[in-house]
């Protein structure tokens, strides 16, 4: 079956525009997470959505950063004015709600701001 | 707020040894993940524990819990060049915080 698809897979951007990327998580998953990945770093959380709950917006850095997920489904990733150091990998999740649930995730998408 | 803390961050061993990767968290939870990264991949599930005393094997990894000391340990048994890849432990119930990962590198 399908797994967690992300989009754009590569994105080159120049310093001050603003970028969009999109996670469709697997089918039926009601929990959705993104995370920021720097070089050779570990996974900064950024934001979780489960449900129709108000989202866990905790991680986002600045308030150039903002998410939202339309219909309990797809979710954009939105930043605003990017800078240089918002380059990173975008890894988007999903899991089923409730114990013992296995968090699966997408390939990421790669930001790199020139 | 929840820290998450691997240990080593660096391991090169040399296969058919055996060796142990430690995550501490900092407060309660009953929900410990681990993950494989291979360079320019993304995470791959390996385990997910759930209870105090929970023991998953897999082939030459086994993970375990202790949710009173707040440790997961993942341990590698007779290592072997394949499993070169950094490892990360996160730990939540909704929110999921990843350690900082330990990279693996297994010299033939």
């Known amino acids: 079956g399908a797994g967690v698809s992300q989009s754009p897979s590569n994105k080159v951007t120049e310093k001050g525009k603003d970028v969009e990327l999109r996670c469709d998580p697997i089918?039926?998953?009601?929990?959705l997470y993104w995370y920021r990945q720097s070089l050779g770093q570990g996974l900064e959380f950024l934001i979780y959505?489960?449900?129709?709950?108000?989202?866990?917006k905790s991680g986002l850095p600045s308030d150039r950063f903002s998410a939202e997920r339309t219909g309990g489904s797809v979710s954009t990733l939105t930043i605003q004015r990017t800078q240089q150091e918002d380059s990173a990998v975008y890894l988007c999740?999903?899991?089923?709600?409730?114990?013992?649930?296995?968090?699966?995730f997408g390939e990421g998408s790669w930001l790199t701001v020139v | 707020e929840l820290k998450v803390e691997q240990n080593p961050l660096f391991l090169s061993m040399q296969e058919g040894k055996n060796y142990t990767i430690y995550c501490n968290y900092s407060?309660?939870?009953?929900?410990l993940y681990w993950y494989r990264q291979d360079p320019g991949k993304s995470l791959e599930s390996l385990f997910v524990?759930?209870?105090?005393?929970a023991v998953k094997q897999e082939g030459r990894l086994m993970a375990s819990l202790d949710t009173k000391a707040r440790l997961s340990t993942l341990h590698i048994t007779a290592a072997v060049h394949d499993l070169s890849a950094t490892y990360f432990c996160?730990?939540?119930?909704?929110?999921?915080?990843f350690g900082k990962g330990t990279r693996l590198h297994i010299l033939p």
């Open positions: 999740a999903s899991s089923l709600r409730g114990a013992g649930n296995t968090i699966y």
């Open positions: 089918s039926g998953h009601t929990a």
């Open positions: 959505f489960q449900g129709n709950s108000a989202p866990d």
């Open positions: 407060t309660t939870s009953d929900r």
């Open positions: 524990l759930l209870s105090n005393g």
């Open positions: 996160a730990v939540g119930d909704d929110k999921i915080i």
